[in-house]
């Protein structure tokens, strides 16, 4: 058994990986233990140098780094070397600020001294998916090892090569064998992983089923769990905006990554009084986009990474256009080689349509319209999702707005997007827990207390 790597602009598998077996697995669990207790003590300047040297490695390595991204999952090249650059600044950005997020904090008691230590636990398992195949990876390791944890990565199944680049970039940086590795296993052997008494935390990016199901396994272990799940964001457009620049950023806030983002807009909101304006200008923004080679600078939008997640994007397009949606651009298979979707519109969509209540992994934007800003809060909220939200209309109203809506971020006239300054993670069925800032590294540490009489 082994998982494949399948070019998604051509359809042709051009790698294969392995499964480990139980043995290797504990071997590497073990290793990944032994190498935690030598780590903990490693002092934070010597953290700090490797952290910075696997920053240098993966900016020295942008173009190769990218094209192994385009060749495995699909996204535009220049979109990955995006990637590569954001994951170096995150090294660089908790190789900076740990020593400073993980240093004791007073505390006031009835003793002569008391305070809280932010210890590591040890080695913490990740599962990650293969939309952002380098950053999703980064964005866990980069704040773990800093705290003195070690990483055992399981990648999605069809990026294995990133996961190999992942774990030599690490090593070649300097970092102690066992610190980060990669390992291959089939999901059903996700809760041997789980169970196991070397691992001491589970963090895992993905789907709400997938969610549910480690979490269980963890819970049974008493081991804390971060969860990133899926997201079907608002994109609330209300009749102070700019229109122009909130049709720009419309597209680009659907269409990046070809689509297939947890974060990407996803259900547009648009006020009555400029609905049929908005529509029009988006349709032809998002008809005016490339879709293309992946690897070609000018192509705006690449192929889905695989030929099931198109399959089931279609199905929701067709499912919703048959319960009464009105397609209005695209929704149809291109005949070419590939895993291509074209860039779709469906307009006047209810909460219970297929576009509107799932969340849309591909460039299909939903739009319904509303009266007025409170409808569209209304009409955000209505969603078991709660990751990202954006709304578009004068500052003053928006930061105002952003107190009402359920999410774990709201941007006020610009996309969602990461950032490794800022808390990042969700309420409701998009999950809990926090990755990124001080917010993120103290998800995985033991906040002891340490009392002094």
């Known amino acids: 058994m082994s998982i494949r790597s399948v070019n998604p602009t051509t359809g042709d598998v051009f790698a294969e990986y392995p499964y480990m077996d139980s043995e290797t697995i504990d071997q590497t669990l073990t290793r990944a233990w032994e190498t935690y207790e030598s780590w903990k003590q490693t002092d934070f300047d010597e953290r700090t140098r490797l952290m910075h040297k696997a920053a240098h490695i993966l900016r020295d390595r942008v173009e190769e780094y990218a094209r192994l991204m385009v060749k495995e999952m699909g996204k535009p090249i220049e979109q990955a070397r995006g990637e590569v650059r954001k994951c170096a600044w995150a090294c660089e950005y908790f190789s900076d600020n740990a020593r400073e997020f993980l240093q004791n904090e007073e505390m006031q008691s009835d003793g002569s001294r008391a305070f809280v230590r932010f210890d590591p636990l040890g080695p913490i398992f990740a599962v990650m998916p293969w939309n952002f195949p380098f950053w999703q990876v980064i964005r866990f390791a ?28 690490f090593e070649e940086a300097g970092f102690p064998e066992g610190a980060f590795q990669s390992i291959f296993l089939s999901n059903d052997m996700t809760d041997e992983v789980v169970g196991h008494t070397a691992i001491r935390g589970v963090t895992l990016t993905g789907s709400v089923g997938a969610g549910r199901a480690v979490a269980k396994l963890a819970g049974q272990n008493l081991k804390p769990t971060v969860l990133e799940l899926g ?46 304006d908005f529509v029009e200008k988006f349709r032809d923004a998002l008809a005016g986009q490339t879709m293309g080679d992946p690897m070609d600078d000018a192509t705006d939008l690449g192929p889905m990474a695989r030929l099931d997640l ?84 004068s500052t003053d109203r928006g930061v105002d707005l952003a107190a009402r809506i359920e999410a774990g971020h709201v941007s006020v006239n610009g996309i969602v997007k990461s950032d490794p300054r800022l808390p990042f993670g969700g309420v409701k069925d998009s999950g809990y827990g926090r990755e990124l800032s001080h917010h993120g590294i103290h998800e995985f540490v033991n906040k002891k207390t340490v009392w002094v009489k």
Request: with cysteine.
């Open 310 to 393: 198109r399959t089931t994007l279609h199905k929701q397009v067709q499912r919703s256009v048959d319960q009464g949606a009105k397609l209005v651009l695209g929704g149809e298979i291109p005949e070419r080689e590939g895993f291509y979707y074209p860039a779709t519109l469906v307009t006047e969509c209810e909460y219970d349509m297929p576009v509107f209540d799932e969340e849309t992994f591909g460039p299909v934007a939903a739009v319904t319209r509303v009266q007025d800003a409170d409808e569209a809060i209304d009409v955000a909220n209505h969603s078991h999702f709660g990751l990202g939200a954006s709304v578009w209309t």
């Open 231 to 276: 997201g079907s964001d608002p994109f609330i457009v209300l009749d102070d905006c700019n229109l122009d620049y909130t049709v720009e950023q419309a597209v680009r806030g659907r269409l990046i990554n070809n689509g297939q983002s947890c974060i990407a807009a996803k259900r547009f909101i648009v006020e009555e009084g400029i609905y049929n």
């Open 142 to 169: 980069a704040p773990n090892l800093m705290a003195g944890n070690v990483g055992v990565l399981k990648h999605s199944h069809n990026v294995g090569g990133c996961a190999v680049a992942l774990q030599e970039l």
